[in-house]
């Protein structure tokens, strides 16, 4: 499994987002982005994890950072997703994973349930203007996205 580390290049993407526009790592150069994988729209730990980047959003623009969501859902699901939580941030569709197997964050799993499975990794990735990782976290909870985003755009 790929592992990425602050320095390495990002993986570039070319993605749907939930209206059908294509976005591409590179429309982000000279900015910071704030990339999160998250399992599936509008589940619990999903929705937290949205919502509080949506509450934090002006903060993080602010100091410099555009943030971008990516699952596995289709276009339709992310807007639906985008429409009842009022987001306003896009949320890309990685149908066959090939982005989040890029960053590492597609494998194994462990459920809430104490079930196994092969999915997302909770993950997010800080990328600089330059499109080299700043900082990546695997496995993280919803509610650390937004805490460990805004202490690394800080330092």
């Not at 969501?69 to 997703?81: H, V």
């Not at 496995?139 to 755009?153: D, I």
């Amino acid at each position: 499994m790929t592992t990425l580390a602050p320095g390495d290049a990002a993986p570039p993407f070319s993605l749907l987002d939930q209206h059908g526009a294509t976005v591409r790592l590179e429309d982000f150069a000279g900015r910071k982005l704030l990339i999160y994988f998250y399992p599936e729209a509008d589940t619990p730990g999903c929705t937290r994890q949205s919502c509080s980047l949506r509450d934090h959003r002006q903060e993080l623009t602010g100091i410099g950072a555009d943030v971008v969501g990516i699952s596995p859902d289709a276009p339709p699901k992310q807007l639906a997703f985008d429409e009842k939580f009022h987001l306003g941030f896009p949320l890309l569709a990685d149908e066959d994973h090939a982005v989040a197997d890029a960053y590492g964050a597609w494998g194994e799993r462990i459920r809430s349930s104490g079930e196994r499975v092969v999915d997302i990794i909770r993950s997010s990735f800080l990328v600089d203007g330059d499109g080299r990782i700043a900082q990546a976290w695997y496995g993280v909870t919803p509610e650390a996205t937004v805490p460990n985003a805004l202490e690394a755009l800080r330092i």
